[in-house]
């Protein structure tokens, strides 16, 4: 009797034994089924945290204006020009002159400019003194006034700056501005009488243009330029001379 009870109890014992065995594995398989997804998403979030930075950067990247690689401000700029006044029908003007500029900052500076004025008879003219020209008779053209020289000071606003291609290979820097003044113009003036006098004459005038700078260097640039000036016409009226000009451009410190 004694021995049953014995074997029984060790048989509850092992049965015991097995039941915990069971219980711990299920614990710890509960706590692997809870504690993966765990880990999981903790090697995972990095990742998904570079790609929403990823994301929000790129929806809150921030447009900067590159800084002008040719700078103008407190310098001084030195130039000669030459062109042309097309606008008269019977005389062509060829400017030659020099422009001195300082700049306040980047975009806004002065300018003193002037030129002295080349004269030559237009086509029409010539065709019209012709006598073979076909009316056999030749035709003098009068002109009461004829321009000699100009001079000025003007206000000279350059809000755009930029960047062109050049042959595929090179970018050139370039500005565009505006130019606002006033000074003088000298001409000679006559009467009607064949044979007359001319007599120099200084007249006030307006000036408004536009122009280009394509910047070689910093210390160089190739200047274009549009200039209408305005003044009291000796036959009345008002004239406009349009003068388009080509020129070097010289910056100092």
Do not use: C
Request: charged share 20%.
């Amino acid at each position: 009797m004694a021995r049953n009870e014995l074997t029984t109890g060790t048989k509850n014992a092992k049965s015991g034994e097995t039941d915990m065995n069971n219980t711990m594995k299920a614990i710890l398989v509960a706590l692997v089924v809870l504690l993966v997804p765990v880990f999981g998403l903790a090697e995972e979030k990095p990742m998904l945290d570079r790609y929403l930075d990823q994301y929000w950067g790129q929806k809150r990247e921030v447009k900067v204006i590159q800084k002008r690689l040719f700078m103008k401000d407190g310098r001084h700029e030195f130039g000669v020009f030459f062109g042309t006044i097309p606008n008269d029908e019977f005389l062509m003007y060829y400017p030659l002159g020099l422009r001195y500029n300082y700049y306040f900052s980047e975009d806004i500076g002065i300018e003193l400019f002037g030129s002295y004025l080349i004269e030559q008879q237009s086509d029409l003219a010539d065709f019209l003194s012709d006598r073979e020209s076909g009316f056999g008779i030749a035709i003098k053209t009068h002109l009461p006034q004829i321009l000699v020289w100009t001079a000025g000071l003007e206000g000279l606003w350059s809000p755009i700056h930029g960047k062109i291609g050049v042959f595929t290979t090179k970018l050139a820097h370039f500005d565009w501005h505006l130019a606002l003044g006033a000074g003088a113009i000298g001409t000679t003036v006559s009467t009607r009488e064949e044979g007359g006098d001319r007599k120099s004459k200084t007249d006030v005038a307006g000036n408004i243009g536009t122009g280009l700078r394509f910047y070689l260097a910093d210390w160089a640039a190739l200047r274009l330029e549009y200039r209408n000036y305005f003044y009291a016409a000796e036959a009345g009226g008002v004239s406009y001379p349009a003068e388009i000009t080509i020129g070097a451009a010289f910056f100092t410190k």
